[in-house]
């Protein structure tokens, strides 16, 4: 019998925006800042801040760099492969990110 194969999401621009718009929201709401606080923090406009929170402008590395450094944070790239066991005992890898919904493990941040 063949495994079914869950279908992994698409590696895409968006959806890398969108989780960088999720997590620029938390780590703002952390500080309590407005948009037009961390913009002068970041040395951007209130419009660029807005349109990063809202997933619509795709942040390129350097952008993703000056927001980890005004945090106190590293920017982090992963390439992830999970390893699993079925039921009937066999172990296989595949990849898999941080938008899959069997991702379980942790990576130290506090919830």
Request: hydrophobic share 30%; glycine share 6%.
């Amino acid at each position: 019998m063949r495994a079914v194969r869950a279908k992994r999401p698409a590696n895409n621009a968006e959806a890398v925006a969108a989780e960088c718009a999720r997590k620029l929201l938390k780590l703002r709401g952390n500080t309590g800042e407005t948009q037009a606080q961390l913009a002068k923090r970041l040395r951007m406009t209130e419009s660029m801040i807005s349109r990063l929170e809202s997933g619509s402008h795709i942040p390129n590395l350097r952008t993703l760099c000056r927001i980890a450094d005004v945090f106190g944070r590293e920017v982090e790239i992963v390439f992830h492969e999970h390893e699993h066991t079925h039921a009937d005992g066999t172990r296989h890898k595949h990849p898999h990110h941080h938008l899959d919904p069997d991702h379980r493990h942790s990576h130290g941040e506090k919830k």
